[in-house]
């Protein structure tokens, strides 16, 4: 992990179209800004966890299903 640090109103470059900026820190929170192509999905850590559970879970029920028709086609 790469690890920087950074002052209120400055920011980090990722790449040609990835700019995060420290807009505020107010006690233990930072408040950030980040500008980037909408083809980029940007998500909390803990919601794109989330999304990612969720999406296995359905992963393994469509699984599930087509063993079960698999089953009954016998």
């Given at each position: 992990?790469?690890?920087?640090?950074?002052?209120?109103?400055?920011?980090?470059?990722?790449?040609?179209?990835?700019?995060?900026?420290?807009?505020?820190?107010e006690?233990?929170?930072?408040?950030?800004?980040?500008?980037?192509?909408?083809?980029?999905?940007?998500?909390?850590?803990?919601?794109?966890?989330?999304?990612?559970?969720?999406?296995?879970?359905?992963?393994?029920?469509?699984?599930?299903?087509?063993?079960?028709?698999?089953?009954?086609?016998q």
């Amino acid at each position: 992990m790469l690890v920087l640090t950074r002052k209120r109103n400055e920011a980090i470059q990722i790449g040609e179209d990835i700019e995060i900026k420290i807009l505020a820190i107010e006690g233990d929170q930072i408040k950030i800004g980040i500008e980037a192509p909408k083809s980029i999905d940007i998500h909390r850590k803990e919601i794109y966890v989330d999304i990612q559970n969720q999406n296995n879970e359905a992963a393994n029920v469509s699984m599930g299903l087509l063993n079960l028709l698999k089953e009954t086609k016998q």
